[in-house]
Structures are given as C-alpha cells and as structure tokens.
C-alpha cells in the first residue's frame, strides 16, 4: 500500500453520502484538488425537475469549487451522480447503480444526516440510524472496500460531560435494534409521542438518533475496515479552498449573523462555557486521514474488534469560551459592518429566566413596532416571525451554549502523529496550534461575503461604516430617552407618595 494520503486515495473509487452538504462539498473539493482519486460516487436526492447530472453541474458556479476548476479545469467530470435518498427503503438506489457500487467503491464516507435540531423523530431517526444500517449493508456487498468513515457528531454522547473516544450504548434507553425494529411496526406520528421516553436525557432528536446510529456500528459493522469520526460544531473553513467559505446559518453563525444585523441583540449564552467549534477545512482533513488510517488498521491487524473512533474539538491547551465568541463578533461590526443592518449590533447574556422578559422588550416588542411600520407603506411584515423563529432557535441551542463537555482526543493526536510532515501540512488539523483571532477574522469576513452577500470592498466597507455611525447614535438617542422617560416616571411617582 502506498504510504500516506495522496498515495492511498490514487486510484481509488469513493462513495460519498451528503455530497451536496456544506461539509460534503469541502471534501469533494479537497479530493478533487490534492489526490488523484479516481472517482467520486455522489449520493444525491433527484429533485422534481432536475436531473441528478445537473446538480453537479452546478458546482461549476459555486465558489467553493473555484480554486479546483482554476488548476484543475475537468476536475467536476469525476464526480458522478447516484440518485438515491436516505429516507428510502434500500436508499433509494437502483439495482443496476447497487451493483456498480459494490463492484467499483474500495473507500466509503458516510456524511449524509439531517442536523436540525427539532427534527421530528421519525425522519431523524429514518435518515441518522436507519440509514446507516442501510449503509453497511451495502458496503459488506463491496468487494475491494478498504475503508469506510462514518460522520458523527462529538455530541453524540452529550449526556456525559466527559466524553471519551469510546462507545456508549449505556446512555440509551433501548439498543438501535429495538428502536428500529419500533419504527417500521408502529405509525410515524405515535413514533414522535414517544420521543421523550426513547430519548431519556438527551436533548434533541439529532444527538439522540446519532448516538443511535454509533451503536448500529457496533452492533452490525462486523468485518468491515470502518471507524467513526466525531467533529464538534463545524463553522467556516479556516484556509481551503477559501478563506471563511461557508454556505449555511446553522448553529452559532446564525447567531453571530443576527446580531452583526443588528436583529438578535439578546441570547441565554453562557459567556464563560466552553465553545466547542472546528474550521470545515480542518475537519475534512482529518475525514481524509481517517479514511487512510482505517485502511492501513485494517491491513496490519485484520478484523478490528470495535470501530475505532476520533474525536475532534478544540485542544485543550487552546479553548475557548461563548464569551470570546461574542465578543469576537461584535468587535467587527466596527471592522466590517454590514450595509443592511437594521439597528446597531449588541448583544445581552443573560439567564434563562430572565430571557423571556428581555426578549419581549428587545426583540419582540420593537418587532411588533417595525412590522406595522412595514404594513403602513404596503410591504409584509416580517420581524415578528422571524423573532419567533430566533427564540425557537436560541432555545434549541441552550444546552450547548450554557454547558461545557470535555472531550478526549487521544485517538486523534495518535492519528495526527502518524502522519508524514508533508501529510501533515497538507492536511492540518492541529487545533492546538490554531489561532482563534485570526480565524474569527476570516470567518467573520467570510459570514459578510458569502452569507450576507456583500463584496469585500473599501465602497462596502465605508457604505456600513456610515450606516453604524447613525444607527450607534440613534440607539444611545433612544437609550437616553427611554431611560430618561423611566427616571422622570420613577421621580414623578415618589414625589407623588411623598
């Protein structure tokens, strides 16, 4: 076998679940760009419409790919399209495409998942666990499989505060098995009543069906080369193919994009928990590298008894708290601020309790106060709703952002290791070296460039520069004022009793 990353994917054929996912697009182009892989099989839901093949050919636009094509001009004409849906029975693929897999695909990267957190649990569970049995199924078919890297979530096993790089089917209230063998007997909707009593402690239907899916693993991937990878909150990439590429407002970005509009201005956030995120670039390489290491175990010791599993998050000699974060993003509303802000850009941490009673006064409040303004001049009100949809949304995410885990990495320092200096350097993941100032800045231009869709010129910048100015007066105008209102109400009072 060839030594290192490059030389084990030369040639080889992969076939790579959630292809058209932020995280699935970065590593398309990753292989595409530094490994002469052979082919990429794309699993790909068919839209009503459209032809699977003109998906694809949409990534000849997409910026991420911009780099690739630069250098690399027919790179896309590898990547060919399965259709196929994970909500499927037999995924939705066809026999004749079931065959070609099993005949041609030696490496396997299972990153299709819904990551909503509110997910009913009958489609969480359909597209997170089922789907992975489904999955290794079809992959015990493959006959020149060598490595197959399934993609967790760090949070799988959010229950426990100190998580380490090992299974645990104790935090479940009943095994996979059962849990399956439950959804195809009874209806979807007495599936989701049943939610709090199949999840126990764990938050979500995401958390939950993705402990799920770890433990059909140990329970049904028998021989084959696999592991499973555990990545914390994925956010921007850091340095490739572009600097702060992301396409999506999932988790904290949504929240530090709310308030860089100057809509969010009040969260529940525990300033001094621990943060866990990760750059989507570093993340992919240590998909790469856990896809070669799988290979290389699996031929040096035979059958591995359990899958092994790598955990990536923050060092720690390298943290970082919810409080850094904030503060991160409101220092560049006076670096970048948008052009379309809506009001001047802060944010309040406060307690759980008292969220309610500052989310009234701060956001919905004003909220009702903008949408009549809107209905005056014949446009739709919008603020409401959308407070609506940002309270459901910091209240799904509070138990991660008041609660800190310790997670081991062991594994994964181990794995780091071994690599070759040159492996090393083209495909760093080394978090303790990462530097946090630097990466908040890259993805915070980036959040303003590729999400809020502002070009990164001086005309913009100095557009947002002026825009801040008169919002940052008119907010400590009215500030004045309505403290000065509750003062002189106060006095009136008291001289009132007196």
Same mark, same amino acid.
């Given at each position: 076998?060839?030594?290192g990353i490059q030389g084990?994917?030369r040639?080889?054929?992969?076939?790579?679940?959630g292809a058209?996912?932020f995280?699935?697009?970065?590593?398309?182009?990753?292989?595409?760009?530094t490994?002469?892989?052979?082919?990429?099989?794309?699993?790909?839901r068919?839209?009503?419409?459209?032809?699977i093949q003109?998906?694809i050919l949409?990534?000849?636009k997409?910026?991420?790919?911009?780099?690739?094509?630069?250098?690399k001009p027919?790179?896309?004409?590898?990547?060919?399209?399965?259709a196929?849906?994970?909500?499927e029975?037999?995924l939705g =693929?066809?026999?004749?495409?079931?065959?070609?897999?099993a005949?041609?695909?030696?490496?396997?990267?299972?990153? $299709?998942?819904?990551?909503r957190f509110?997910?009913?649990?009958?489609l969480?569970?359909?597209?997170?666990?089922?789907a992975?049995?489904?999955?290794?199924?079809?992959?015990k078919?493959m006959?020149?499989?060598v490595s197959y890297?399934?993609?967790?979530t760090?949070?799988?096993?959010?229950?426990v505060?100190?998580?380490?790089?090992?299974?645990?089917p104790?935090n479940?209230?009943?095994?996979?098995d059962?849990?399956l063998?439950?959804g195809?007997? =009874?209806?979807?909707e007495?599936?989701?009543k049943?939610s709090?009593s199949?999840?126990?402690?764990?938050p979500?239907?995401?958390?939950?069906?993705?402990?799920l899916?770890?433990?059909?693993i140990?329970r049904e991937?028998?021989n084959?080369?696999?592991s499973?990878?555990?990545?914390? =909150?994925?956010m921007?990439?850091?340095?490739e193919?572009l600097?702060?590429?992301?396409?999506?407002?999932f988790?904290?970005l949504?929240?530090?994009?709310g $308030?860089?509009?100057?809509?969010?201005?009040?969260?529940?956030?525990?300033?001094n928990?621990?943060?866990?995120?990760?750059p989507a670039?570093?993340?992919?390489?240590?998909?790469?590298?856990?896809?070669?290491?799988?290979?290389?175990?699996?031929?040096?010791?035979?059958?591995?008894k359990?899958?092994?599993?790598y955990t990536f998050?923050?060092?720690?000699?390298?943290?970082l708290?919810?409080?850094?974060?904030?503060s991160?993003s409101i220092y560049y509303?006076?670096v970048i601020p948008?052009t379309?802000m809506?009001?001047?850009?802060?944010v309040?941490?406060?307690?759980?309790?008292?969220?309610?009673?500052?989310?009234?006064f701060?956001h919905?409040?004003p909220g009702y106060?903008?949408?009549?303004?809107?209905?005056?001049?014949?446009r739709?009100p919008?603020?409401?709703?959308?407070?609506?949809?940002?309270?459901?949304?910091i209240?799904?995410?509070?138990?991660f952002?008041?609660?800190?885990w310790?997670f081991?990495?062991t594994?994964?320092?181990?794995?780091?290791?071994?690599?070759?200096?040159?492996?090393?350097?083209?495909?760093?993941?080394?978090?303790?070296?990462?530097?946090?100032d630097d990466y908040f800045k890259?993805?915070?231009y980036g959040?303003?460039?590729?999400i809020a869709?502002?070009?990164?010129?001086?005309e913009?910048?100095?557009?947002?520069?002026?825009?801040?100015?008169?919002?940052?007066i008119?907010?400590?105008?009215?500030?004045?004022?309505?403290?000065?209102a509750?003062?002189?109400a106060l006095?009136s009072l $008291?001289?009132?009793?007196?």
């Open positions: 076998m060839d030594n084990f994917f040639n080889k054929t992969v076939f790579l679940t058209t996912g995280l699935g697009k970065v590593i398309t182009e990753k292989l595409l760009r490994t002469e892989v052979n082919r990429i099989y794309s699993l790909i068919p839209k009503r419409g459209v032809p003109e998906r949409t990534w000849e997409d910026p991420v790919f911009e780099v690739l094509l630069k250098t027919d790179a896309l004409q590898r990547v060919c399209p399965i196929g849906d994970c909500l029975p037999d =693929i066809s026999e004749s495409d079931r065959r070609i897999l005949a041609e695909v030696e490496v396997v990267i299972h990153g $299709a998942a819904t990551v509110d997910e009913a649990l009958h969480a569970l359909a597209i997170n666990a089922r992975t049995r489904l999955m290794l199924n079809l992959a078919q006959t020149n499989l890297v399934h993609v967790s760090a949070y799988s096993n959010c229950v505060s100190d998580v380490a790089e090992r299974f645990y104790e479940l209230n009943c095994s996979s059962k849990v063998a439950l195809d007997l =009874i209806s979807n007495l599936l989701d049943m709090p199949l999840m126990g402690s764990f979500n239907t995401y958390t939950y069906t993705k402990a899916a770890e433990d059909v140990l991937a028998g084959l080369p696999v499973i990878f555990r990545p914390a =909150i994925i921007s990439t850091y340095k193919p600097n702060g590429w992301v396409d999506n407002l988790g904290p949504a929240l530090c994009f $308030a860089a509009r100057g809509v969010m201005r009040v969260t529940t956030v525990d300033p928990a621990k943060m866990s995120i990760v670039d570093f993340c992919v390489n240590l998909t790469l590298a856990c896809a070669w290491k799988t290979a290389e175990n699996s031929v040096a010791n035979g059958k591995l359990t899958p092994p599993i998050a923050p060092s720690e000699n390298n943290q708290s919810y409080g850094s974060f904030i991160s509303r006076d948008l379309q809506i009001w001047y850009p802060f309040l941490c406060i307690s759980k309790s008292l969220f309610p009673f500052a989310a009234f701060l919905t409040l106060f903008v949408d009549l303004l809107l209905r005056l001049k014949g739709k919008i603020l409401v709703d959308l407070y609506r949809k940002i309270h459901k949304n209240t799904v995410l509070a138990p952002t008041t609660n800190t310790n081991d990495m594994n994964t320092n181990e794995l780091r290791e071994a690599l070759s200096e040159k492996d090393r350097n083209l495909y760093d993941f080394d978090m303790a070296r990462l530097n946090w890259i993805a915070m959040m303003r460039h590729y869709k502002e070009k990164p010129t001086p913009s910048v100095a557009k947002g520069m002026k825009l801040r100015i008169r919002l940052k008119l907010h400590y105008v009215f500030t004045s004022s309505l403290f000065s509750a003062g002189f006095w $008291a001289k009132h009793l007196v």
